[in-house]
């Protein structure tokens, strides 16, 4: 009877799936087989590879930011203070909490530990520096099971966005920043850019139900890793637009490219093209599609244009309510079925390397909202839209568009595309605002020019892939202790000048630490704590490494000794 009974009941349970669904491919299947990105033979895919990898030279917006601040910060709300602290009026990046979403990550996340989906919505204060625009153009998602960050920054030197993954983002561990296999990226964010659902978004807490369920399981919290546990539609609507900018960079890029072309022809056509750009930007309502110079651009691309046009991905996924999903409802059924399947039984766990595996093994979403289905264009660009004209327009940020009044009428800026100092940014490379602005302020012969943003890629450390080994250390290593408090800022850091415990074996990461003497002071407890020069004690002040390492010394323990006797001092023989 009982067996009968148990038998019926997953019976019952399986009613209304429907028989088992055909076996599908895989992520990694269909990344194998992605159709590609532009057309082979295209000026874009010679000047814009498709590689994991940045091309040589240039670096992710993100790896900037964390090289210029030193680390990235822990935990994760510390990352969200640390954005709204770029912001020139200390505005904080737009969050939604998305507890049954359709990411990679979807397989770790639940109520209890929803996915934070974050855009940096901020616009950093006016200096010497030629402060990038970052609305649109930084993404990040986090799962707290995972261990990960998932990461979509713009490459303005490269003309493309990034997919990277901070690995081990835990407490005690050493996080990795790598950059993700392109393609597998490449399934979902189909238009090489950031994808989001459209209205009424109702897998985010900005819907009251799914609100209810997280705050269900966390009663006493406002937040969850920096992110309200409950939003107004605003915050996902700022998403969607931040993701709608990005979307059309790519566009801009083609169309910059290809739409031009090679060649002193498409030198000329891109010179048009930023000068029409310029005008938007400096002088929008007086800006006419109309005028002799907006004619004489679209003939220009009607020598290059392809004839159906070129393609405007779609970035928007059709809303989806997981609570309709009759996995997530709440009755005995739902419960059961939930407990086949293992959702909400608490954080999945399993290995970085089983992440597609698990997301494949989830129950499949129907087609409509699933992201890898191929996806038709929203429409196809015509050389009458100038489509790029108004993508390039957004590029300028306020702060350019002040510094470019300051300099000079709106005819002047204009003359300065037909200046020498312009041509090697309208030649076959990416569009590039720093260059381009630096090179137009420079024709203008502004009094002080700024300083291009960023460091020097020279002074940051060789990208990482995904799938590279870690470093495995044994048990009884000299490098324990090292590992413990001051791998997670010096080794992997994208600042070469921090990351002086990089290298592939422990006997390599040895040398290298062998030939930092400044380690031996910072590391000297007893000499400076408590004087002027406390500040230069490492791990940081307010740091989980300097928390445990305060902890350490309190019960007795002595890591600090060990660590210092790596680093020869001045008078060892």
């Not at 680390?71 to 709204?84: K, N, T």
């Not at 999945?348 to 390397?353: I, K, L, N, S």
């Not at 044994?474 to 001051?486: G, H, M, N, V, W």
Request: net charge negative.
């Amino acid at each position: 009877m009982k067996k009968a009974l148990s038998a019926g009941l997953i019976a019952l349970a399986c009613s209304g799936c429907g028989s088992e669904p055909p076996a599908s491919e895989g992520v990694d299947a269909l990344a194998d087989r992605l159709p590609p990105l532009y057309d082979p033979d295209s000026l874009s895919a010679q000047v814009i590879p498709n590689t994991d990898l940045p091309p040589p030279g240039t670096r992710s917006l993100f790896d900037q930011l964390v090289a210029q601040n030193g680390a990235l910060p822990y935990p994760f709300e510390s990352i969200v203070d640390w954005i709204a602290s770029l912001d020139a009026q200390g505005a904080r990046p737009t969050t939604v909490l998305i507890p049954h979403g359709r990411s990679l990550q979807k397989g770790r996340s639940s109520f209890a530990d929803p996915r934070v989906v974050l855009s940096a919505d901020i616009a950093p204060p006016e200096g010497a520096a030629l402060t990038p625009p970052i609305k649109g153009r930084l993404f990040l998602g986090f799962v707290d099971a995972a261990d990960e960050i998932e990461v979509l920054s713009y490459n303005e030197a490269a003309g493309r966005f990034e997919f990277q993954l901070v690995q081990d983002y835990c407490a005690g561990c050493t996080p990795r920043i790598v950059y993700a296999k392109r393609n597998v990226c490449l399934t979902c964010h189909q238009n090489a850019s950031a994808i989001f659902p459209v209205r009424p978004w109702e897998e985010t807490n900005a819907t009251p139900d799914i609100a209810a369920q997280i705050r269900a399981a966390h009663p006493q919290a406002r937040q969850l890793h920096g992110a309200p546990v409950q939003v107004r539609l605003a915050a996902p609507e700022a998403i969607d637009n931040a993701t709608d900018v990005a979307n059309m960079l790519p566009l801009a890029q083609r169309i910059w490219l290809d739409g031009c072309g090679a060649g002193e022809a498409g030198l000329d056509c891109r010179r048009l093209l930023l000068a029409q750009a310029l005008r938007f930007a400096l002088a929008p309502g007086s800006f006419d599609p109309a005028s002799e110079n907006a004619q004489q651009l679209m003939q220009r691309f009607r020598r290059q244009w392809p004839d159906r046009g070129f393609e405007i991905p779609d970035n928007d996924l059709q809303n989806r309510d997981p609570l309709e999903d009759d996995l997530y409802q709440g009755g005995w059924i739902a419960g059961l079925k939930r407990a086949i399947f293992g959702r909400d039984a608490g954080p999945a766990v399993g290995t970085e390397d089983g992440k597609l595996e698990e997301f494949d093994a989830l129950p499949p979403l129907p087609a409509e909202f699933d992201p890898l289905t191929r996806r038709p264009p929203l429409r196809w660009s015509q050389p009458q839209d100038l489509d790029a004209v108004y993508a390039l327009a957004q590029a300028f940020t306020a702060h350019d568009i002040r510094r470019l009044e300051a300099a000079g009428t709106l005819d002047e800026v204009l003359a300065t595309v037909s200046d020498p100092a312009l041509q090697p940014h309208l030649g076959a490379v990416p569009f590039r605002r720093s260059y381009i602005m630096l090179a137009v302020l420079g024709a203008l012969d502004v009094d002080t020019l700024p300083v291009r943003w960023g460091l020097p890629v020279d002074e940051l450390s060789p990208p990482i892939s995904e799938g590279e080994p870690p470093l495995n250390i044994a048990a009884d290593s000299e490098l324990k202790p090292f590992e413990t408090y001051c791998f997670a800022c010096h080794r992997d850091n994208p600042s070469a000048r921090l990351n002086f415990m990089a290298g592939p074996t422990e006997a390599d990461v040895l040398a290298r630490i062998r030939e930092t003497d400044s380690i031996r002071d910072a590391l000297d407890y007893n000499r400076y704590r408590g004087t002027r020069k406390a500040g230069q004690l490492m791990p940081p002040e307010g740091s989980w490494q300097r928390e445990h390492l305060e902890q350490a010394l309190a019960a007795g323990e002595d890591p600090l000794t060990p660590m210092r006797e790596q680093v020869p001092s001045l008078f060892d023989f």
